[in-house]
Structures are given as structure tokens and as C-alpha cells.
């Protein structure tokens, strides 16, 4: 490969670049997005202190879901910050069942976290498919699916709320069926993760077992709501971003016009710990990008493999990480 050097880059094939950045996407950014700076909680009574008690758990819910902690809504560091929670609210309005759903200001809080060295968790998230089946009387009930109202699911549902974890369950047609590998259906739907649960009654106080695969690892646990914490404590590990910032070099290639370099810089400044991207230098079909980011190089490549479109290869010349434009 031609060596690098930052004299190759002309100002016009910059200036030409930027503009192209500017107005042109085509990389979809996340696996999936959801909202962390949101919840909707129960509200006792229309008092004012009933309403800052909401905000208050609101803000509690937010914290679990933004940090990736599943502890973070009991942990003394955050003390400070929910005693606040009215100063960070944005939105607010009644919901249904005597709730209300509150938006705070997530730039707010994230400058917050940074400032104190917590993780920061973005809005980007792998989605898990669930096939949990229901033993009862000695037989197999068909697995729960996306229409299930029982105890159970919504107890699962809620809980992977609270930790922003999506959850893709599979058609009626698809659990009454009970054929075919869940690990395959759950990829052939997206899913990044699979949990494949066996319950004892399909109640919120269930014995579950469950089996959790995500990539190569394959682990087991039980408890209801232990698939949903379980796998959300290992998405927060890889995906969750702390420390300061620092640079990071990256080559991607496969990049043939202004329309893949754009899209590709687009999705790079999309990403929730990266603050600043800028172009080294180019060569043939590779460009080589500079990020200022914060969680190192790991973190970076977890969340880059997780958005699909570029695919690891093995190092640049130098050590540089490398990635390949998918088609």
C-alpha cells in the first residue's frame, strides 16, 4: 500500500470532501436507535412534590439506561444529580394509568457524566431476539411472541425498557410453529443477540433459564429478568464510552466516489463518543480518517462492527485499524 502523507491532500479535494459530507448520507448509523433521555413513571397525585418524586425516578430510570449500570438508579455518585432532576427536564406531560412521561436534556446530563468520568452509552443498541417457552403440566407451550400479553412478557418488555435494550420477539405464526433455530431466526430478523429462555409458568415470578449468544459467547443464567440484565451488562461493557478524549487513526476502504466518503464520514460523526473527524489522507479506493473520540480504539471498533456497513479486516500498515465498505 502507498505510504501516507497529509501533502496529499489538496484543499480543493477537501473542500470537495466537506461539501459532500455535508449533503450526502447512505450509511444507516445504528443497528438500532432508542430513546435514553426518556421515561414515563408513576405519578401518586397532581401535588408539586408528588411531580418532583416522578422526576426524580424518572431521572433514576435515565441514569440505568444511559450509563449501561444496572445500579446506577441507587448509586450515592448520582445522588447530586437526581436531587436536581427538575433543572434537566425538558418535557413533560400525563400518560395513561396515572404516569408521566418526562424528557430531560440528554446533552445536559451527558456533559454531566463525562465531567464525572461515568460511561456514556448511546443511543445505538443491538437488538436481541427472545424465544422464551412456557413448560406447563409437562408439555411445551409454543413460545411467547409479539402479541403475548402475559405477566411474563410484559415483566421482560419492561425491563429491557429500563435498560434500553431492544427486544425482537417472533410472529404467533412463527412461536405456534416452534421449528427452525432460534439463533438462525433471530439473525435472519437482525438481531445481534438471541435469548433462548424456558420458563416455568408464563408469570412475572417465573423460574426462567436462560441462554444467552451474542457473537461467539454462549452463557446461562436463570431468574425472569436475568436474560434482559444480563445481556444488556454485556452490550453496556463493550459499547458504553469513558474517559477522556484522544485521538484515533482508521483507514476504511472500498470507498469509490464523494457518495461513500460522505456516507461513511456521516455515520463516523453519528457515533455517540465521537466528537471530531477529519481526513488524513487518501489512497486509491482507502481513506484514512482521524477521530477524536473517547473509550479508545475498542470501544470504536464494537460500536463500528455493530453498525454493519464496515467490516473489520486485519490491521493497515502500522498497526492501523482497517474496515472495508460493505456493498
Known amino acids: 500500500m502507498a505510504q501516507y502523507h497529509r501533502s496529499y491532500l489538496r484543499p480543493a479535494a477537501i473542500l470537495c470532501l466537506t461539501l459532500a459530507a455535508a449533503c450526502l448520507s447512505g450509511i444507516s448509523t445504528a443497528t438500532n436507535r432508542i430513546e435514553v433521555y426518556q421515561a414515563t413513571v408513576p405519578l401518586a397525585d397532581r401535588s408539586e412534590a408528588a411531580q418532583s418524586a416522578a422526576f426524580e425516578a424518572a431521572l433514576r430510570v435515565v441514569l440505568v439506561r444511559a450509563t449501561g449500570r444496572r445500579s446506577a438508579d441507587e448509586e450515592a455518585v448520582f445522588a447530586p444529580l437526581v436531587a436536581n432532576a427538575r433543572r434537566y427536564v425538558q418535557q413533560y406531560r400525563s400518560a395513561p394509568d396515572n404516569r408521566l412521561w418526562v424528557a430531560f436534556d440528554g446533552a445536559a446530563l451527558e456533559r454531566w457524566l463525562i ?8 443511543r445505538e443498541r443491538p437488538s436481541t431476539y427472545v424465544w422464551l417457552a412456557v413448560q406447563t403440566a409437562g408439555a411445551t407451550a409454543p413460545a411467547l411472541s409479539a402479541d403475548d400479553t402475559s405477566e411474563l412478557k410484559t415483566a421482560v418488555d419492561e425491563a429491557a425498557t429500563v435498560r434500553g435494550v431492544p ?3 417472533p410472529s ?4 405456534a410453529a416452534g421449528t427452525g433455530n432460534p439463533a438462525d431466526l433471530g439473525h435472519r430478523l437482525g438481531a445481534e443477540g438471541v435469548l433462548i429462555g424456558r420458563a416455568s409458568a408464563p408469570t412475572a415470578g417465573a423460574t426462567v433459564r436462560w441462554t444467552f449468544l451474542f457473537d461467539d459467547r454462549s452463557s446461562e443464567f436463570s431468574g425472569a429478568l436475568e436474560g434482559v440484565n444480563r445481556a444488556a451488562d454485556l452490550y453496556a461493557g ?4 469513558s474517559g477522556s478524549l484522544g485521538p484515533v487513526e482508521i483507514e476504511v476502504g472500498g470507498v469509490a466516489d464523494l457518495r461513500d466518503y460522505a456516507a461513511i464520514q456521516s455515520y463516523l460523526e453519528s ?9 488524513e489522507s487518501l489512497s486509491g479506493d482507502a481513506v484514512r480518517f482521524r477521530l477524536t473520540t ?9 460500536a463500528i462492527t455493530l453498525g454493519g456497513r464496515l467490516q473489520p479486516m486485519p490491521p493497515a500498515e502500522g498497526g492501523t485499524p482497517r474496515f472495508q465498505l460493505r456493498r
Request: no cysteine; aromatic share 10%; charged share 15%.
Open 238 to 241: 463493550m459499547y458504553a464510552a
Open 115 to 122: 465531567e464525572k468520568g461515568e460511561p456514556v452509552w448511546g
Open 167 to 169: 427486544l425482537i420477539w
Open 172 to 175: 404467533a405464526e412463527t412461536a
Open 294 to 302: 473517547r473509550g479508545g480504539i475498542e470501544t470504536l471498533q464494537h
Open 271 to 279: 457515533l455517540n463518543f465521537v466528537t471530531h473527524v477529519s481526513v
